[in-house]
């Protein structure tokens, strides 16, 4: 569960959010849309505890987020964002530099299950041999969302994915995503194809 209770937030002078409050059940979907500007991503770096509010609390599981439980509660999160900057090097290289961080230690491994998620999502010939600087935006994009899940986190917060790729891509990955009945997805997207489920909705105004 993911709660924000009366959320305010602001840059310097300027007021982001002002008391937005949010509940999400385990498992439960949340599309957040709005203008360029409102705060969408802001909600994502908050649940991320990247950054902290300036009144109003965090909630993960019935836990109210502080700098004590902060790292466990990112063990159960993956984000992707459209701006991720994956280096250089083997697209392989790169997932399993994430394997090894001291969070994700404890999971496998298995070359099989990247190229099942490069068949599934039309990566059309590339592999995991292939570099990074090599592959297109869109495959990049999707480099990112193959490595978040293959993490296994029962949380997904993931920020305008699908905005590299084509529309027969975008079905195949809003499809995967919303099938994950046990996931719990915070989407922030002004992509029709999410529009199109019976999903809570969150529209922040200016």
Known sequence: MIELQNIDFSVGQRQILRNVSLKIPAGGRLLIRGDSGTG????????????QPDSGRVIIDEETQNRNNIWSQRLKMAYVSQDMQLGRGKTESFIKEVFSYRNNRHLTY?????????DLFGMNGVTPEHRLEDLSGGELQRVAIITALLLKRPIYLLDEITSALDANLKIKITGHFLSMKNATLVI??????WYEHDIQTLTLDA
């Open 40 to 51: 969408k991503s802001t909600i994502l770096r908050l649940i991320l505890g990247l950054v």
């Open 110 to 118: 298995d070359r099989r299950d990247v190229e099942k998620y490069f």
């Open 188 to 193: 922030v997207s002004h992509d029709q194809h």
